[in-house]
């Protein structure tokens, strides 16, 4: 991966979490925004785990693949927390929306994204105050 394609790691994580928090504030009665609230999730949970990785091989020189050890690696780190619980039902719930989607369980997901926001939106915080510098790859 290129050094710039890279840097846009970290930057395309908060726009999906910006993204989903904007999404959250939509009526939750609303099927089509619940859906989207839903997506928008996905997207911030794939561009986390990407950006973390990011941030473990050019920060700290650690190498990781795949969103399993790349988590493993960040609460070894300290960056997600000391309850793995959500995160680990952040990669649950992931599966199931991409894999066995039904209404019903649309609606428990959804519930679970509010939780999730919060845990996203600490780890962000958390490596922005860690490495400021990160704050430059996302474009105004």
Not at 22 to 51: C, H, V
Not at 70 to 88: C, H, P, S
Not at 103 to 124: F, G, N, S
Request: net charge neutral; aromatic share 10%; hydrophobic share 45%.
């Amino acid at each position: 991966m290129s050094d710039n394609r890279s840097v846009q790691t970290f930057a395309k994580f908060t726009h999906a979490l910006a993204n989903l928090e904007r999404t959250m504030m939509l009526p939750e009665g609303n099927e089509d925004y619940r859906n989207s609230a839903i997506l928008a999730f996905l997207l911030a949970q794939e561009t986390a785990w990407k950006a973390i990785k990011w941030v473990l091989k050019n920060k700290i020189a650690i190498e990781v693949a795949g969103p399993k050890p790349v988590l493993q690696e960040a609460f070894l780190q300290g960056w997600l927390g000391n309850d793995d619980t959500v995160w680990l039902g952040m990669a649950v719930d992931r599966n199931l929306v991409a894999h066995t989607y039904n209404a019903e369980q649309a609606i428990e997901i959804y519930h679970r994204v509010k939780d999730y926001v919060v845990a996203l939106r600490k780890v962000h915080n958390l490596l922005t105050e860690k490495y400021p510098d990160l704050l430059m790859t996302i474009p105004n």
